[in-house]
């Protein structure tokens, strides 16, 4: 172990080796800030990629984890429990009134796959088409939903029968959905993709289009969830009426959880035909609630969509010849450069210590925790600002 990075280099030994690594070892969190191994503080904008919606250790998750872990961690869905049962009944009462039914898994990429599958059984077809440019997970199912070849060449052949479309193009949507369709896959704001917002006419016409084939809609808000963009749900903005919509990050808090909230126009899904060990755990249901009630006392989404209205004005107006483009919805916002990305985001962390992240190779994609202040914003728009003018 060096002196300098003793855990990262102890990590390193055992690593399984396929993550890129930044070369500080995160030991503590408090709201938007996180702390190194010598103590020293970062601003977060990068959320752990979108999963501190309430800020690093929020007390209330806090003391609900501790509660719940001296009570009951293990209980299995063959059996009733009590964190899951209100935890369902508060997040469908969340989503339109049609959305009577959740299935909670421990991950994004797990909510992904049990979309598709409830698709596939709900509908009888096979046929899956999703967005070029879009990430859904890395397990087969939704591995082979995202776009990027680099995720997907290694571990070929996928699952058959899905396709990809050019995202906001209406008219490949309209030649792609068929009566074979069993879904539509796609993210309301693109977020590894590139921070890359939908047009309203292009969910307008996806709903449209699905619903008039027999189609499912579904929607990964994966990422945008939970306050993210300005709304609880981000197809909100636009008054969707999706089918299945995959939730996780911000669910649980910052304990891993994932979620797919049911459109009863899917209809009944029969028993046995999906399931998970862990899914609907007592922790993880029990740190979801609390994460809930904190978004809600602490008025997160109205403060997001203030706070992102003013980050976005902010980082537009940077006059910068490095910059493309400056896009985004609440506290979900990206900075597409003319040039790599991974240089400005290794100054940002060792010179200004802010931590951002990257999406793709030439987007900065800022995350923050929804309770990011005021000053510490500011903070964010003069460090860019010194960066890039
Ligand atoms: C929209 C979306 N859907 C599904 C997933 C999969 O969730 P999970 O299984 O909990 O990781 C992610 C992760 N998005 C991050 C990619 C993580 C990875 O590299 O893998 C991201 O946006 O960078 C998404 O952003």
Not at 301 to 310: F, L, R
Request: proline fraction near 5%; hydrophobic fraction near 45%.
């Amino acid at each position: 172990m060096t002196e300098q990075q003793p855990f990262a280099s102890l990590e390193a030994a055992h690593s399984a080796g396929v993550y890129a690594k930044r070369p500080i070892t995160l030991v503590r969190g408090s709201g938007a800030t996180l702390y190194d191994d010598h103590g020293q503080a970062y601003l977060d904008c990068g959320s752990g990629i979108g999963v501190a919606n309430i800020g690093h250790c929020h007390p209330t998750v806090v003391q609900a984890i501790a509660e719940q872990a001296a009570t009951l961690t293990v209980c299995p869905e063959a059996f009733h429990n009590d964190q899951r049962a209100l935890l369902q009944a508060e997040l469908v009462q969340l989503f339109p009134a049609e959305f009577q039914r959740v299935f909670l898994c421990n991950s994004g990429t797990e909510a992904v796959e049990a979309a598709l599958k409830f698709a596939r059984m709900a509908t009888g077809r096979t046929a899956i088409v999703a967005a070029m440019r879009g990430f859904h997970g890395r397990t087969f199912g939704a591995l082979s939903a995202t776009w990027e070849s680099h995720y997907r060449e290694p571990f070929m052949p996928l699952v058959p029968d899905f396709s990809h479309i050019p995202y906001n193009n209406i008219e490949r949507l309209q030649n792609a959905i068929t009566e074979q369709t069993a879904a539509l896959i796609i993210e309301i704001i693109q977020g590894e993709g590139g921070i890359r917002p939908a047009t309203a006419e292009f969910l307008q016409a996806a709903q449209t289009i699905c619903h008039e084939r027999g189609a499912l809609l579904i929607l990964d808000e994966v990422q945008t969830g939970f306050g993210r963009t300005g709304r609880m749900f981000a197809f909100e903005h636009y008054g969707l009426q999706p089918d299945l919509v995959c939730l996780a990050k911000a669910l649980g808090g910052g304990i891993p959880m994932g979620a797919v909230v049911i459109n009863q126009r899917v209809g009944e899904l029969a028993i046995g035909t999906h399931g998970s060990t862990f899914g609907g755990n007592p922790l993880a249901c029990a740190a979801a609630r609390a994460s809930l009630s904190v978004i809600r006392t602490e008025q997160l989404v109205d403060q997001t969509a203030e706070k992102g209205a003013w980050l976005l004005t902010q980082l537009q107006a940077i006059r910068s010849p490095k910059i493309r483009e400056v896009r985004g919805l609440g506290l979900m916002i990206g900075i597409e450069l003319k040039e790599k990305v991974s240089p400005y985001l290794q100054k940002l962390m060792n010179q200004h210590q802010i931590i951002a992240l990257n999406s793709g190779s030439n987007v900065l994609r800022l995350l923050p925790p929804l309770v990011i202040s005021w000053p510490e914003l500011e903070r964010v728009v003069a460090t860019l600002r010194s960066m890039f003018e």
